[in-house]
């Protein structure tokens, strides 16, 4: 087991990382398998990563909720995972994450590839400036657009049925909805609900990543008057089919990585620390010197 531990990012190629079940990095093929652990200035991340090579890439997974999932989303912590997937390296963040469907049109077993969200959370800390500095990002478009584009044209290739673009609706749970709740959800006009991508999409614009997510349906919640009401059994049922979907699409993507320049992720800093640099606390600095070193 290697460790990666400092300020400075590990000395590696560009990277993608995969943020998702525990299960997604048993996947054929994958060569050079090790695992890493990261020590972050946030504490821990939710387990070690598994890093390893495939179709000519290097790919970084890291089980969001811990192996055996232990940690329930409210639990999570977010700046540890998406500071680990920047210091191990990585570029790119594909989110794998079951949701629970709030159209007709997207069914259970389809795949959403997401561009916005609602951030319905309240108990999670959400960016990495706090303490003596601040930063206000540019996040009109949470996804990055050529990494989201690419894993659209990936999943395409896998199933039958795909959407582009749609507005990801994060809850705190780890309860799901009321029939109330979901009623209304439904009316602000949101495609998918699920527990687990903000702080994260946030973080990783923080984190200068190109992030975007793969929001598999696995159900209806609990709005759809049809259905049956959303179960753990349920969703386990229709994830396990997803599983192997995802493994493929994951290649898929890793075959095909945007190059250098493709977007602006990369500098979403630039403009966005407005705190007087004679003023950053000097523990600011070393605790974020990953992220703005080379703004300061």
Known sequence: MNSVEGDEQEDMADILGVIGGSG?????????IRKVSVRTPFGAPSDELVVGEVEGSTLAFLPRHGRGHRLSP???NYRANVYAMKKIGARWVLSISAVGSMKEEIRPGDIVVVDQFYDHTRFRPGTFFTDGIVG????????????????????????????????????EGPAF???????????WGVDVIGMTNMPEAKLAREAELCYATLALATDYDCWHESEEDVSV??????????????????REIARRLPGKGSCRCGE?????????????????????????GKYL
Request: aromatic share 4%.
């Open 74 to 76: 409210s639990q999570i």
């Open 136 to 171: 206000h990002i540019p996040f009109a478009d949470p996804v990055c657009p050529s990494l989201a584009e690419l894993a659209c044209t990936a999943a395409k290739k896998v199933v039958k049925r795909v959407h582009r673009g749609g507005t990801y609706l994060c809850m």
């Open 177 to 187: 909805s009321t029939r109330a709740e979901s009623r209304i959800h439904r009316k």
């Open 268 to 292: 979403a800093l630039r403009y966005a620390i407005i705190t007087d640099r004679g003023r950053i606390p000097a523990t600011a600095r070393k605790r974020l010197s990953l992220l703005i």
């Open 24 to 32: 997604l990095y048993e996947m054929e093929g994958l060569k050079n």
């Open 233 to 250: 059994e349920a969703i386990l049922s229709v994830l396990k089919k997803n599983v192997e979907n995802s493994k493929r699409i994951i």
